[in-house]
Structure formats: C-alpha cells, structure tokens
T-cell receptor
Framework: KNQVEQSPQSLIILEGKNCTLQ??????????LRWYKQDTGRGPVSLTI?????NTKSNGRYTATLDADTKQSSLHITASQLSDSASYIC?????????????FGTGTRLQVTL | KAGVTQTPRYLIKTRGQQVTLSCSPI?????VSWYQQTPGQGLQFLFE???????NKGNFPGRFSGRQFSNSRSEMNVSTLELGDSALYLC??????????????FGNGTRLTVT
C-alpha cells in the first residue's frame, strides 16, 4: 500500500529557531514530492515541488531535501516566525501512465511561540 | 489574478440530504481536483477533472460525484449524506494534469457539517 508518513505529529518551537520536519514514503513509481503549508481555516499553499532527480529546493526560509534512494524528504525552516505556525503536509505523486495520483501525509502541526 | 473560489464557505445539512459544492478555478487552469479533509484521515483525493473529463478517481463511494463545465468550473455532489461526510472539502486547480509537475492551487474549502 502506498503511504506517506510524517513526523513529528506536532512541534512547538521558539521564534527565531530552526526546525526540520520529516516525510517518509513508500509510493512507487514516484513522480514528484511536494510540501504544502496550511494555515488554520485556509487551503494548503504550495511550498516546493521536487522530481526524483532533484535533491534540494528552496523557497525563502523553507528548504526541502529529497533522498529518493531511502524514500525520505525533509523540510527545514530557518529562523522561524510566528506566521510559520501552520500544518505542513507532504504529498507524493504516483505516476500511473497518463495520470498521476497524489498521496497525502497527515501533516505536522507546527506552533511557533514567543 | 483571482485565486480558486469555493462556495459556499459553510454548509449544514441533515442525514439523507444531498449537497452540491462549487469551485471556480484560476483563470486559464484546466484541471480541477477535489479533496476531503478530516482530522483523522487528513487530505484524501476524491477525483480530478481535466477539460470536462474525469481523469482520476479516489476510493470513495458512488455517492460522491462531480463534473466540470466548459469554462473549467466544477461542481461536486454528495447524495444521501452520512454523519461521516462531515469534513472540509477542498478544491484545487492547476495548469496541467497527469505527468507534469504543476503546483496545485487550493481554495479555502467548504466546511460541511452533517447532523
């Protein structure tokens, strides 16, 4: 069964600190891996998209890494801000011929405090 | 450029009723996909439409259906509502579909409560 598992489930950090969120997947064949940020009461917003040939991609203070051999990805947030408080969702795209199917992790809920 | 618009924002229905949710994609986007989000299951894929054709379908019962119009707007229908259908229903649009790496642009969802 294709799965995407994220850890930790939740995390509390102080403003200004860095943190790393983990995503392990068993989806195969793999097309791309995406990270989304979802604020409470809003729809998810795309942070990064990586194909299997990419091993790092940045978007401002967000840096995603991908190890396709071990099927692991991480999202590193640098110098956290209060506005980073949100759920972060890892999504893996399964390629099936002409279509792709997305498998979602259940997310990591990040809270940034003063 | 306007984002993805979902209506209504909130909806309360009773068991056995049916409901229709609407989604207007970003102008120029031809792909619209629907997702159900619950606290326990996270986001689950319902179906995807591209140029009025259903391209993909998730593992949901036939009570869940959808369609896409020629202007790319999409509707999702749930018939014979059950308590377990209470969830946030999200719609997303993208430029392409299938094998490309187009990012999904989500709306803010319709919160459906079934009583």
């Amino acid at each position: 069964k294709n799965q995407v598992e994220q850890s930790p489930q939740s995390l509390i950090i102080l403003e200004g600190k860095n943190c790393t969120l983990q995503c392990n997947y068993t989806v195969s064949p793999f097309s791309n891996l995406r990270w989304y940020k979802q604020d409470t009461g809003r729809g998810p917003v795309s942070l990064t998209i990586m194909t299997f040939s990419e091993n790092t991609k940045s978007n401002g203070r967000y840096t995603a890494t991908l190890d396709a051999d071990t099927k692991q990805s991480s999202l590193h947030i640098t110098a956290s801000q209060l506005s980073d408080s949100a759920s972060y969702i890892c999504v893996v795209s399964l390629h099936t011929g002409t279509a792709s199917k997305l498998t979602f992790g259940t997310g990591t809920r990040l809270q940034v405090t003063l | 450029k306007a984002g993805v618009t979902q209506t209504p924002r909130y909806l309360i229905k009773t068991r056995g009723q049916q409901v229709t949710l609407s989604c207007s994609p970003i102008s120029g986007h031809r792909s619209v996909s629907w997702y159900q989000q619950t606290p326990g299951q996270g986001l689950q894929f319902l179906f995807e439409y591209f140029s009025e054709t259903q391209r993909n379908k998730g593992n949901f019962p036939g009570r869940f259906s959808g369609r896409q119009f020629s202007n790319s707007r999409s509707e999702m229908n749930v018939s014979t509502l059950e308590l377990g259908d209470s969830a946030l229903y999200l719609c997303a649009s993208s430029l392409g579909s299938g094998t490309d790496n187009s990012p999904l642009h989500f709306g803010n969802g319709t919160r459906l409560t079934v009583t």
